[in-house]
């Protein structure tokens, strides 16, 4: 199975100021067909998980233009540019190119 | 607008079974390939295993821990989605959520606590 490793597993932020967490898969997620599929996820205290972004960097409706995803092969980005008090949480990574898919351990963001 | 309500978990001893529904609306469910994905108490997401749609064979994947107790089944007719968990294991308990294809709508969750 494809590891996803997410760091760091804690992210203390500071109201307004950027963050990022960082995604690393054990082997290339560029599929057959050409695509990336690794995805974004966000689960907020006691939610559902909501799917932020999908292959790569194409962010879902109603996301806001704060949080952004980048990389390529094996090393992800998810970057939020200033981060809001509604945006703690865990977020995960998920891999959806090799089955089984898998999801990163998770990231969690707390305010500082 | 989307919505998915699972319904069905609860407790049940070890060995025993129990089939959670997922009644999905605001889409297209026919053509939709959907998912269940689990989350232990405290701990991340995995992924159960997938249905394809009708026209792509209905096949299912299922991740190695459940793949011949689980079994994922779909009712276009009424928008339904199940999954039949059979030989439950107390490493089952957690939250069961179904989901549309690339996880990009999910359930509110349904517990399952497999427990003597």
């Known amino acids: 199975d494809v590891v996803m490793t997410q760091s760091p597993l804690s992210l203390p932020v500071t109201l307004g100021q950027p963050a990022s967490i960082s995604c690393r898969s054990s082997?290339?997620?560029?599929?057959?067909?050409?695509?990336?599929?690794l995805s974004w996820f966000q689960q907020r205290p006691g939610q559902s998980p909501r799917r932020l972004i999908y292959?790569?960097?194409n962010r879902d409706s109603g996301v806001p233009d704060r949080f952004s995803g980048s990389g390529s092969g094996t090393d992800f980005t998810l970057k939020i540019s200033r981060v809001e008090a509604e945006d703690v949480g865990v977020y995960y990574c998920?891999?959806?190119?090799?089955?089984?898919?898998?999801f990163g351990g998770g990231t969690k963001v707390e305010i500082k | 607008e989307v919505q998915l309500a699972e319904s069905g978990g609860g407790l049940v001893q070890p060995g025993g079974s129990l089939r959670l529904s997922c009644a999905a609306s605001?889409?297209?469910?026919?053509?939709?390939?959907m998912s269940w994905v689990r989350q232990a108490p405290g701990k991340g997401l995995e992924w159960v295993g997938r249905?394809?749609?009708?026209?792509?064979?209905?096949?299912?994947d299922y991740a190695a821990p459940v793949k011949g107790r689980f079994s994922i089944s779909r009712d276009d007719s009424k928008n339904m989605l199940y999954l039949q968990m059979n030989s439950l294991k107390t490493e089952d308990t957690a939250v069961y959520y179904c989901?549309?294809?690339?996880?990009?709508?999910w359930g509110q969750g349904t517990l399952v606590t497999v427990s003597s």
């Open positions: 989901s549309t294809g690339g996880l990009g709508n």
């Open positions: 605001g889409f297209t469910f026919s053509s939709a390939w």
């Open positions: 249905i394809k749609s009708k026209i792509n064979g209905e096949t299912t």
């Open positions: 082997q290339s997620l560029v599929h057959s067909d050409g695509n990336t599929y």
């Open positions: 292959k790569v960097s």
């Open positions: 998920m891999q959806g190119t090799h089955w089984p898919f898998t």
